[in-house]
């Protein structure tokens, strides 16, 4: 039967960053779905305080929807959308960074409902806690400081994380470039930078959501890498592709290597189009 691609957003990110991704999965004949984590999509706050001209004050201060939504939150309605999705067939799920945490933690609570996970340079925790991995040398490179330069209000009082994407500031854009689209021209860094929304959850997950051998780990799945990836460097990527074949080494990852940086694949997406149809022909059944 022909499969569901589930596809699950990173931070800041949303549904519609897929819309290309999908078009193409169309035209090779693939049926997908694109999920808005809750807070996120339609469910986003975008404050008049965020509109030109910017209330800087007003910004740092507004509430946002995404107060309170937890790793629960996403696995619960993600787990809805999957139940949803199988009873048309076999469901691949695919995530994207971010998305890792909430792909991970939903096939240790319903690895019935998935019959392939895929990660596209998403986190997949298995011997550290996510936080914990940013402190390790594979991180190294990577410039953990660049949401600050255009970070608004304190995530402590707001309860989320909020981050200006419509600043203006020279630095802050050409630190989000680097990070996030290095390889890809200003027109279209700035056409993705206003896909995203200035507010995202604080809850990454705790031990308890690392992958489980006994539920995860009973799930195929593939890992894609992004050789040019500077927000999750490549020796990340390598280590949490060993990390999860060493938890389970009778599943290992089928590991799949993309060209470009950490947003390239959803702007030029056929390559990537092209390796998730080969997926749909593979082996699904488990041990």
Same mark, same amino acid.
């Given at each position: 039967?022909?499969?569901?691609?589930?596809?699950?957003?990173?931070?800041?990110?949303?549904?519609?960053?897929?819309?290309?991704?999908?078009?193409?999965?169309?035209?090779?004949?693939?049926?997908?779905?694109?999920?808005?984590?809750?807070?996120?999509?339609?469910?986003?706050?975008?404050?008049?305080?965020?509109?030109? %001209?910017?209330? *800087?004050?007003? +910004?740092?201060?507004?509430?946002?929807?995404?107060?309170?939504?937890? !790793? &629960?939150?996403?696995? $619960?309605?993600?787990?809805?959308?999957?139940?949803?999705?199988?009873?048309?067939?076999?469901?691949?799920?695919?995530?994207?960074?971010?998305?890792?945490?909430?792909?991970?933690?939903?096939?240790?609570?319903?690895?019935?409902?998935?019959?392939?996970?895929?990660?596209?340079?998403?986190?997949?925790?298995?011997?550290?806690?996510?936080?914990?991995?940013?402190?390790?040398?594979?991180?190294?490179?990577?410039?953990?400081?660049?949401?600050?330069?255009?970070?608004?209000?304190? %995530?402590?009082? *707001?309860?989320? +994380?909020?981050?200006?994407?419509?600043?203006?500031?020279?630095?802050? !854009? &050409?630190?989000?470039? $680097?990070?996030?689209?290095?390889?890809?021209?200003?027109?279209?860094?700035?056409?993705?930078?206003?896909?995203?929304?200035?507010?995202?959850?604080?809850?990454?997950?705790?031990?308890?959501?690392?992958?489980?051998?006994?539920?995860?780990?009973?799930?195929?799945?593939?890992?894609?890498?992004?050789?040019?990836?500077?927000?999750?460097?490549?020796?990340?990527?390598?280590?949490?592709?060993?990390?999860?074949?060493?938890?389970?080494?009778?599943?290992?990852?089928?590991?799949?290597?993309?060209?470009?940086?950490? +947003?390239?694949?959803?702007?030029?997406?056929?390559?990537?189009?092209?390796?998730?149809?080969?997926? $749909?022909?593979?082996?699904?059944?488990?041990?």
């Amino acid at each position: 039967m022909q499969p569901t691609f589930v596809l699950v957003h990173g931070a800041f990110a949303n549904s519609f960053s897929f819309a290309p991704l999908q078009a193409e999965l169309g035209l090779l004949g693939h049926r997908s779905v694109a999920v808005d984590l809750p807070g996120h999509g339609f469910g986003a706050t975008y404050t008049r305080a965020y509109q030109a %001209p910017q209330d *800087l004050e007003g +910004l740092a201060t507004a509430p946002g929807s995404i107060k309170g939504v937890t !790793l &629960a939150d996403n696995v $619960a309605h993600l787990v809805g959308i999957l139940e949803r999705a199988k009873e048309n067939g076999p469901v691949i799920l695919v995530a994207h960074s971010r998305g890792g945490f909430t792909a991970t933690a939903t096939a240790n609570a319903r690895p019935d409902l998935i019959d392939r996970i895929v990660y596209v340079a998403a986190w997949c925790p298995v011997d550290l806690d996510v936080n914990d991995y940013y402190a390790e040398p594979e991180m190294a490179t990577v410039d953990a400081a660049s949401l600050g330069l255009a970070m608004a209000g304190n %995530p402590a009082e *707001l309860g989320l +994380l909020r981050v200006n994407f419509r600043t203006a500031d020279r630095d802050a !854009l &050409a630190a989000f470039k $680097a990070a996030f689209l290095a390889d890809g021209t200003e027109e279209e860094f700035l056409t993705f930078l206003n896909t995203f929304q200035p507010d995202e959850n604080l809850d990454v997950g705790t031990s308890a959501d690392r992958a489980q051998a006994a539920t995860w780990g009973t799930v195929p799945k593939t890992f894609v890498r992004l050789t040019d990836d500077a927000s999750m460097p490549l020796a990340m990527q390598d280590r949490l592709i060993r990390e999860g074949d060493a938890l389970t080494p009778d599943n290992p990852y089928d590991v799949r290597t993309l060209g470009g940086s950490h +947003l390239k694949w959803l702007v030029d997406p056929a390559p990537a189009a092209r390796i998730l149809g080969e997926l $749909a022909t593979l082996p699904t059944v488990r041990d």
